[in-house]
């Protein structure tokens, strides 16, 4: 079955400094990977997708993501945070032979200090 | 845009209420599901459906039923509500045709207290 971790619950980072979420997933396949990002009081928003190809994917708002096949990891970056950046950042899973479904990851809750 | 809307943002009942939670969507997508969101569990799949009056359980679909009668619409179901389904519930749809590679579409949720 496949699994999605993401190891940290929240981070802080500075208004201006760079930001990495990780994110590891468990499937022996090539998986459909997604991060999603929800804002308070809001659903989920995808930030980007990676299904093939070129392993560093570029999404809205600044943010990027690489693909890492030997460490089965999906971790999500951004050069510079800026105050609306805080949220909660979701990684999530798919695969063809699960259908239409993802799996979630945890998420992780990024907070931005002025 | 993709307009999932859900009827209620915050929602309290008793428990043993039969509790229903709509979900609309405006973009005639086949795929629609039903998630709850809990700190530190992320979203866990309830219940999906992939056409009218088609559906099949997600990971955690005790407790819970759903509805489908129309294309736009799916309903959750609480059958007897508990207190252990506190939660956020989450809506969301997408399209059929590229399975687990189409994008899916979150509603803002309802957050639901059972007491």
């Known amino acids: 079955a496949q699994s999605v971790t993401q190891p940290d619950i929240h981070i802080t980072v500075s208004e201006g400094a760079s930001l990495e979420l990780r994110c590891n997933y468990s499937?022996?396949?090539?998986?459909?990977l997604f991060w999603y990002v929800q804002s308070p009081g809001q659903g989920l928003q995808l930030l980007l997708k990676?299904?093939?190809?070129?392993?560093l994917v570029q999404g809205i708002k600044g943010f990027e993501a690489e693909f890492k096949r030997s460490q089965s990891s999906f971790n999500l970056r951004k050069p510079s945070v800026h105050w609306s950046d805080a949220a909660e950042y979701f990684c999530?899973?798919?695969?063809?032979?699960?259908?239409?479904?993802?799996?979630f990851g945890a998420g992780t809750i990024l907070r931005v200090k002025s | 845009d993709v307009k999932v809307t859900q009827s209620s943002r915050y929602l309290v009942k008793r428990t043993g209420e039969k509790v229903f939670l709509e979900c609309v969507q405006d973009?005639?997508?086949?795929?629609m599901f039903w998630y709850r969101q809990d700190p530190g569990l992320g979203l866990r799949l309830i219940y999906f459906?992939?056409?009218?009056?088609?559906?099949e359980k997600g990971d955690i679909p005790e407790g819970y039923s759903v509805s489908r009668e129309k294309k736009e619409r799916f309903s959750l179901i609480l059958e007897s509500a508990s207190t252990n389904q506190t939660s956020m519930y989450l809506c969301?749809?997408?399209?059929?045709?590229?399975?687990?590679?189409?994008?899916?579409?979150f509603g803002p949720g309802t957050r639901l207290l059972v007491l």
């Open positions: 969301a749809s997408s399209l059929f045709l590229g399975g687990a590679k189409e994008t899916q579409y």
């Open positions: 499937y022996g396949a090539t998986p459909y």
């Open positions: 990676y299904f093939s190809g070129d392993t």
């Open positions: 999530a899973v798919g695969a063809r032979e699960y259908g239409n479904k993802l799996v």
């Open positions: 973009m005639d997508h086949e795929n």
């Open positions: 459906s992939y056409d009218v009056k088609m559906k």
